[in-house]
């Protein structure tokens, strides 16, 4: 069976409150929640200027702030992310993450002091060296036992451990060029042809095309290294565009690409979240099992548990682990992989003696499998081991609800997994600061709450209709029975009276109550997140332990949350005042224009 959607009272009391927001109307009709284009277009959360506080919000764009999905089980999922730094031809780092790449800054930020000041400050910019900083700082640590929970098998010295990270990125492989990748069947001959006889197009790029456009035979990709055109990267990428605009596309894929040499890897990074509800002596536990593992395998690591401060939620419990695959020995005043020894014979060439070879296990299958899909098993392997240990823990502590190592699909829920924001995004979302992703992430959020609610007001409607047939049932086979049965048959029949009467007033009003429930919850969710971290930050400005910028924007802080709180104020006017009871019935009243 389907229910019709609901016009009653309550279904048109949530139509009201989705016209206060910036949604379509016409797309939630059909239980899908998308912002307006106008609305999406006002998103300027890329190179923006100004702080969180000096850009305005927009309170009637739903937040995607919700509880985490929990199964029947008491299963949730959990964030663990896994990041490689490797080292790049100018002796910068790209960083790979399971949203793709980014190239950092050649000496990306070694001073840490001001990215722990500003809170948009974007994490993937931290050298190696910096992260240690960054993960081990005292401000963020967990102390237990009087203790900082810091873990590490380099150095207890924050100073040896940033030279030993230096020291591992400067001694990493070095990568050759970057060049310019050109696909031949990614464009026709003419095309091919089109760009060799291009003018303003250097003569490298112009002779590959023309043996495109001209060989007969098997035609093979062709790099070409960017120092042979004599261009920098700025140069390169706007040469890809202009060379690929002559060449077209097919199928949607690019005849010509900028493809960057990638050198040794220096640094991975592990962020894992933490349970609610695991004590400080259960996060030491899983922490010291994660770095057992690493110890017995020869990785060199330092790992910190992060405890929330003002700027996180309370259950904001999380670790960090910076490690890198090749053992390492202290000798002397240097580490094992420093020390050169000229090479007989050979001028100006050295050898290094004393370096340790990577662990193969870290990144290769010992089968001979490939080695993409090896390393996706080997992150799932180690989530999996983080979750078993801290269920172990929350097991001891008789904590019910525990982590799933899988998606949210293993866990019967139908819900697209939100995108990271990341951290130049993420603070500007809590604030009422409108970001795509942000946007995108609500779309999913909502749009899934409400076919869930519709759904679960389905599965009611027919369990009421099975519980009838029951009904129904039973006084027919009372009517068949004894006189003691046939008494009873009164009792079944003012039950099935008395059904019927709820049963009509669930059909009209269930599915619509828990639309406007839902509506309700999605009007209240960006003002709602807003004003709990104004006031965590005003609480930690009142208490001296919040930063000097947070202290100078205190007036913009207090307006924020004023704003927040004046438009739940206007939500919540328009819930009540859309609806009345008059006679024990429910009415609705027309206060919208």
């Known amino acids: ?131 240690d900083r960054y993960a081990v700082r005292p401000s963020a640590t967990e102390a237990i036992d009087g203790e900082r929970a810091v873990f590490t098998n380099i150095s207890q010295d924050s100073q040896e451990r940033q030279a030993y990270w230096r020291a591992v990125h400067r001694h990493e492989r070095t990568p050759g060029a970057d060049r310019l990748t050109l696909v ?68 949607g894929k690019l005849p010509v690409r900028l493809s960057e040499a990638r050198g040794g890897r220096s640094q991975y990074r ?30 060199m690591y330092v790992a910190a548990i992060h405890a929330p401060d003002h700027h996180n939620d309370r259950r904001n419990h999380h670790l960090h682990v910076a490690c890198h695959d090749r053992p390492a020995r202290r000798m002397g005043d240097r580490w094992d992989f420093e020390i050169a020894e000229p090479v007989e014979g050979q001028h100006e060439r050295v050898r290094y003696p004393y370096t340790q070879k990577k662990i193969a296990e870290w990144s290769r299958d010992s089968d001979g499998g490939n080695y993409r899909a090896y390393g996706t098993a080997s992150i799932a392997d ?103 049965d046939q008494a009873r048959m009164a009792s079944i029949r003012d039950l099935i009276v008395r059904f019927d009467a709820a049963n009509v007033v669930l059909q009209q009003h269930d599915a619509e109550c828990a639309e406007y429930d839902v509506t309700l919850t999605m009007a209240r969710a960006r003002p709602d997140k807003t004003i709990a971290v104004c006031r965590r930050i005003l609480e930690a400005i009142e208490g001296g332990t919040a930063n000097r910028a947070e202290q100078r924007a205190k007036g913009a802080i207090v307006a924020r949350a004023g704003e927040a709180e004046a438009f739940l104020a206007g939500i919540t006017a328009m819930g009540l005042s859309g609806i009345s009871c008059v006679g024990g019935r429910m009415n609705i009243m027309p206060p919208w224009p």
């Not at 009391?13 to 059909?30: H, P, T």
């Not at 899908?32 to 106008?38: H, L, P, Q, Y």
């Not at 069947?185 to 590959?208: F, H, I, K, N, T």
């Open 1 to 131: 069976m389907s229910i019709q959607r609901p016009l009653g009272p309550i279904g048109h009391c949530s139509a009201r409150l989705r016209r206060a927001l910036a949604i379509e109307e016409e797309e939630a009709l059909g239980r899908a929640v998308r912002v307006r284009k106008d609305v999406r277009d006002q998103v300027k959360d890329r190179k923006a200027g100004g702080n969180r506080w000096s850009r305005s919000p927009n309170f009637a764009v739903p937040g995607a702030f919700h509880e985490r999905f929990v199964s029947a089980g008491g299963k949730v999922t959990f964030h663990f992310e896994f990041q490689a730094i490797s080292k790049t031809s100018d002796g910068g780092c790209r960083i790979t993450t399971p949203e793709g790449s980014k190239r950092l800054a050649v000496g990306a930020p070694a001073a840490h002091d001001a990215y722990i000041d500003r809170p948009e400050a974007v994490e993937v910019t931290i050298s190696p060296d910096g992260f």
């Open 184 to 251: 031949p069947e990614r464009a026709s001959r003419a095309a091919w042809r089109a760009l060799a006889d291009a003018q303003d197009v250097p003569g490298a790029v112009r002779e590959v095309a023309a043996k495109f456009a001209n060989d007969r035979g098997k035609r093979r990709t062709r790099t070409i290294p960017l120092d042979e055109l004599a261009v920098d990267r700025v140069a390169a990428r706007k040469l890809a565009k202009t060379l690929a605009s002559i060449l077209g596309t097919t199928k």
């Open 270 to 299: 592990l962020t894992a979240e933490f349970p609610d509800g695991l004590d400080a002596a259960g996060r030491r536990a899983v922490t010291e099992a994660m770095c057992a593992e690493l110890e017995e395998i020869g990785v």
């Open 382 to 484: 180690m989530r999996r081991f983080f979750a078993e240990r801290c269920n172990e823990e929350l097991d001891r502590l008789g904590v019910t609800r525990q982590l799933h190592p899988g998606d949210l699909r293993s866990l019967g829920c139908e819900r697209q997994a939100q995108k990271p924001l990341g951290t130049r995004a993420a603070p500007l979302d809590a604030v009422g600061v409108l970001t795509a992703r942000g946007i995108e992430n609500a779309e999913m959020l909502w749009s899934a709450l409400l076919r869930e609610a519709w759904t679960a007001a389905e599965e009611r409607a027919k369990a009421r209709a099975d519980l009838r047939r029951r009904l129904l049932e039973a006084e027919r086979l009372c009517a068949e029975g004894s006189v003691i």
